[in-house]
């Protein structure tokens, strides 16, 4: 019988990616011993201002140079060239429809944990993946294992808690040193930083 393939989907803004992200998705790949991570850029997020955004050719670009290096890493354009708002249900059925006999784990911020009901039609997230949440924002460990088995209880979600990996990094912290013309090396790719440079992204 053949073996599943375990797919990662490394879903973000990433706008743009940096070290954080890369550093994430290699240790949920390492833990739950992933055949492959797909880095999402989104297209137009329903639930951020997509004026502070930067084009999706760009987010693409930037990600793809970003897991160059990788080889179970790759970039897909699914949500990029799809029309409208994007949403996470929509882009798990088509990456199923795709890989129909692969099992798929989604990434996210423990703080997700507490907002995901309202992302739309977030039963069928819960029925067509594996979560596995990575330690973020203010909630203590407690209150993130409560929500976990409280999303378990009532829609049998499949959660994973990847042990603590923490980076102090943010896209909004980048995008702030470029607009006051300061370094951002070290804090993502320096293929990124070039591209960045080449096409005088988040510039005031």
Known sequence: MKKEKKIGIMGGTFN???YGHLLLAEAAREFAGLDEVIFIPSGNPY??????IEDGVHRLAMASLAILSNPY?????????RNGNTYTYETLEELKEKNPNAVFYFMIGADNLFSIENWKYSDKIFSGCTLIAAARGKKTEDEIIRQVERLRERYHAKILLLPEKKIDLSSTEIRE???????VRYMTPEDVCSYIREHRLYQK
């Open 73 to 81: 890493f790759s970039v897909s354009d699914i949500e990029i060239k």
């Open 47 to 52: 639930m951020k201002d997509s004026e502070e």
């Open 16 to 18: 743009p990616i940096h």
């Open 177 to 183: 040193h470029l607009q006051a013309g300061k370094s």
